[in-house]
């Protein structure tokens, strides 16, 4: 039981969620090192979508309703975090919805698979093949769903996978805390935000956009300058907290 | 199975070491996430002691040599990665080690006792007392432990406890990673280094050093001037980072 005193209280709230989410299979241990790491860097950036990863979001929205065959690639900690948001995000954008994971097992699947589905995510079903550049199992996608895609948003990724889609000439939108990463050093898009907060944003930007908007903004997005800009953030951060031990 | 072409692949088995002591019931889950933010601070400093880090390590060891009565207080994770380091600290420093947790089950404290012990630690036992101005368990700690310490080593800690201890009139040396944490801005003296590099450095520094050397270094310590230093040491490292992305 987390004391209801503690002054992070909320934060740990949503640490014990995730720690429940691997008791059930659905968390990988590694993945709750991720989220982690994660944390770290949302601290650092003052735990709010920053003005710069709001534009980001913007610029996803447009990427996805551009794209010819957009696929959002699903690991156990976006479905513990965000599985009812995913279903909003897949009603707003038309994309599909594969399970992909780093550290796979049939179990694994099948579980984030069912928790996707009780939230009203309709995920993408099939036989996986050995399509991305990578070794052993991390190698197999659905043929028909990130085989096929020209893009892949990719919350919370490994950046040795994004890379591998990049090799394969798909864009990737990544969602991100670390700037960096190699996901966000790698990826067409990096969103650096929260998967929470950025989930819902992208969401509600695809609504706001007509077809000929999305393909417009799609073709001037600008990667590197959103981790520019969040290192930028970071660093004055950084600065102010340290004027405040003076 | 970790892939051995992983670019990351000396931090991919820290991570499973981790997970495997959390399956063997010696981390807590949330442990793992704490692993993760440490790991971030870790990246954004080099992965590396400082020198700056490494005058802590000094001041640590004299603090120690100094003290009355230190107790170095165990935790699951310090227990998962530096169990034969705190044996050789213990021998160099004097200090009482007490196994004090977060996450406290009388399974988990009986696992990290052997672990220790397995390792020539020599853990103070006894019946704990609710000492500590903490709410629920997490009052727990023995009364000829760190209830009598006049100085406590807390190697990844909680901050929240950090403060407690800090209440109680002790002296705290925290080892952590996050130069922004409540844990480093609370202790007396803050180590921002990670535990597997810093535990060893302060016993050897704790071999170098007389008795009177280690009273008046360990008067003249300056905690606040560490946090500083370490977030000096992180903004210089993102502003080459962000050089490097143009």
Redesign the interface.
Known sequence: ?I?E????YAA?VV??R??DA??AGIV???G??????????D??LGERTTASAARAEIDAAAMLLAARRPVISVNGNTAALSAHQLADLQEASGALVEVNLFHRTEERMQRITALLEEHGVDVLAGAPERLIP???D?ALCLPEGIGAADLVLVPLED??RCAALRQMGKAVIAVDL?P?S?TA?TATLPVIDEVRRAVPAIAAACRTMTPAEARERACGVDG?RY??EA??A??AR??E??HA??
Not at 32 to 41: D, S, T, Y
């Open positions: 039981m004391p005193d503690h002054p992070r740990l640490r014990e995730l720690a691997m008791r990988a241990p590694e709750l090192i991720a989220q982690g790491r994660g944390e770290a860097f601290y650092l990578l070794s052993h991390r950046g040795d670390n960096l190699r050093q590197k981790l520019r290192l930028a970071i660093a950084l600065e907290m340290g031990l003076e």
